[in-house]
T-cell receptor
Framework: DTEVTQTPKHLVMGMTNKKSLKCEQH?????MYWYKQKAKKPPELMFV???????INESVPSRFSPECPNSSLLNLHLHALQPEDSALYLC??????????????FGSGTRLTVV | EDQVTQSPEALRLQEGESSSLNCSYT??????LFWYRQDPGKGPEFLFT?????EEKEKERLKATLTKKESFLHITAPKPEDSATYLC????????????WGAGTKLIIKP
């Protein structure tokens, strides 16, 4: 079982809908990440939170809005998405902060389909 | 240009047939090379971190090695459950939190 929990596992939404993806970890990690992964491609970094502060926003469209309510939770709010935003959205965390060494622990992802 | 290249793109082996996957990198100031395993529709599962040339790490049938230009993931006597996509990622001196990812190697082990 992964130690990073993502909900929901699957989500189908229309282009006018508003939805949120949720991520939770209880490993005491202080850096959390959102990645987007298209089929047969490696993950692409979207956002980085370090000590609950947004420290990286990789020019992601404003229809994606991250939120870090506390050190264990990470949300991704979705609004007015396009069909090309359909992908696997992955949450990850790391122990030493994004500038430190060590691997990331990924969640199982949310499979998002925009219709 | 900083980049990470994995080869082969796909590898089909018979159960018990050992082989190696390659990850070559061109970055300045390596600060860590990571191997992950990813099953379809799942998030990547962390396998190993290597920091310096000559370092080796093992886990069950997997062994990762690192040189100044590349890393190998050796798979000894693989089983069908080792079938997955294996991803390599690199962090380097000026990358801050960024990882440069390889495109992955899809490994299929036939019984």
């Amino acid at each position: 079982d992964t130690e990073v929990t993502q909900t929901p596992k699957h989500l189908v939404m229309g282009m006018t809908n508003k939805k949120s993806l949720k991520c939770e970890q209880h490993m005491g990690h202080r850096a959390m990440y959102w990645y987007k992964q298209k089929a047969k491609k490696p993950p692409e970094l979207m956002f980085v939170y370090s000590y609950e502060k947004l420290s990286i926003n990789e020019s992601v469209p404003s229809r994606f809005s991250p939120e870090c309510p506390n050190s264990s939770l990470l949300n991704l709010h979705l609004h007015a998405l396009q069909p090309e935003d359909s992908a696997l959205y992955l949450c990850a965390s790391s122990s030493r902060g994004p500038e430190g060494a060590g691997g990331y622990t990924f969640g199982s992802g949310t499979r998002l389909t925009v219709v | 240009e900083d980049q990470v290249t994995q080869s082969p793109e796909a590898l089909r082996l018979q159960e018990g047939e050992s082989s190696s996957l390659n990850c070559s990198y061109t970055v300045s100031g390596l600060r860590g090379l990571f191997w992950y395993r990813q099953d379809p529709g799942k998030g990547p599962e962390f396998l190993f971190t290597l920091y310096s040339a000559g370092e080796e790490k093992e886990k069950e049938r997997l062994k990762a090695t690192l040189t100044k230009k590349e890393s190998f993931l050796h798979i000894t006597a693989p089983k069908p459950e080792d079938s997955a996509t294996y991803l390599c990622a690199v962090r380097y001196m000026d990358s801050n939190y960024q990882l440069i990812w390889g495109a992955g190697t899809k490994l299929i082990i036939k019984p």
